[in-house]
């Protein structure tokens, strides 16, 4: 099982798109990858949360929701959770939307962990060991995923979901 938890602020706008992305992108995986691999959907094990907890407990920001709808994605169900210490021991992948979310992740890893994950998660296409990453990395670009709640660029935040999962997956699925 292939477990990946995407995090950003709140949890709202920009992890619920690219855990639905990623969960639309794995249902078609062979057409995503163009590869003949054997993982299924069955595989993966997706989920989003929050660095904070100023928006738990509600659903998927309204314009988020309307732009995974217009490309038939349904995230209805989903609330705002908040990251927790269990979540980094239970997840192979910690999938990070900004800086700001990596350094948010001090107060809620131990210090030693974070620490060891800061150091690492700068670069994924090295020798990458730890389990925390920015999405972006995984397409080669070293910033982070448009935030729409302060641009309300839906659209861009949707092409930077899209390009970094679809990264990720060729990189797990290689």
């Known amino acids: 099982m292939i477990k990946i938890l995407f995090v950003c602020h709140g949890n709202i706008c920009r992890s619920p798109m690219a855990e639905f992305v990623m969960k639309k992108m794995v249902r078609d995986l062979r057409?995503?990858?163009?590869?003949?691999t054997s993982l299924t959907a069955a595989d993966f094990e997706i989920a989003s949360a929050a660095t904070s907890t100023e928006e738990i407990g509600n659903p998927v920001y309204p314009p988020a929701r309307r732009m995974l709808a217009s490309h038939g994605i349904d995230c209805s169900?989903?609330?705002?959770?908040?990251?927790?210490?269990?979540?980094?021991?239970?997840?192979d992948y910690i999938v990070l939307m900004d800086q700001n979310n990596l350094r948010n992740l001090r107060w809620i890893l131990p210090?030693?962990?974070?620490?060891r994950e800061l150091d690492q998660a700068r670069d994924v296409r090295d020798?990458?060991?730890?389990k925390v990453s920015l999405l972006m990395d995984w397409a080669g670009k070293s910033r982070d995923v448009?935030?729409?709640?302060?641009t309300g660029d839906f659209e861009a935040t949707w092409r930077d979901v899209n390009e970094g999962c679809k990264a990720m997956l060729q990189s797990i699925c290689k």
Do not use: C, F, L
């Not at 020798?127 to 730890?130: F, L, P, Q, S, V």
């Open 146 to 150: 448009a935030d729409p709640w302060y």
């Open 77 to 91: 169900g989903k609330t705002a959770r908040q990251m927790t210490v269990a979540d980094y021991n239970h997840y």
């Open 111 to 115: 210090r030693d962990i974070y620490e």
């Open 31 to 36: 057409a995503v990858i163009q590869s003949n």
């Open 127 to 130: 020798t990458h060991d730890g």
